[in-house]
Nanobody, 122 residues
Framework: VQLQASGGGLVQAGGSLRLSCAASGRTLTTMGWFRQAPGKRREFVAASVGSGDSTYYADLAKGRFTISRDNAKNTMYLQMNSLKPEDTAVYYC??????????????????WGQGTLVTVSS
């Protein structure tokens, strides 16, 4: 399985970006986004289970970010609106073949993308 994240870039505070994560190799039930800012631990952002009807968000993402997936394309998205400088981080997509309860935990994911850098300027 390979995950290819893209869509990062430089944006001003208040702006928007859409990240994409294209998966190849097999069907992946649970897919999620994590991020890691310089000097900080990797943190959960959002996850989607199954067809995409079940979604979960960290508090940092609620109301601003939307996770979605197009299973026909085997691609997951993260629409990020109202971006803040503190959203600056490398964003990683992750996936596992089966369902999981603790989708906010990085340890349950078997596959990881290479990361895409999001920089939000003030």
């Amino acid at each position: 399985v390979q995950l290819q994240a893209s869509g990062g870039g430089l944006v001003q505070a208040g702006g928007s970006l859409r990240l994409s994560c294209a998966a190849s190799g097999r069907t992946l039930t649970t897919m999620g986004w994590f991020r890691q800012a310089p000097g900080k631990r990797r943190e959960f952002v959002a996850a989607s289970v199954g067809s995409g009807d079940s979604t979960y968000y960290a508090d940092l993402a609620k109301g601003r970010f939307t996770i979605s997936r197009d299973n026909a394309k085997n691609t997951m998205y993260l629409q990020m609106n109202s971006l803040k400088p503190e959203d600056t981080a490398v964003y990683y997509c992750a996936a596992r073949a089966g369902a999981a309860v603790s989708m906010w935990s990085a340890s349950i994911y078997n596959y990881w993308g290479q990361g895409t850098l999001v920089t939000v300027s003030s």
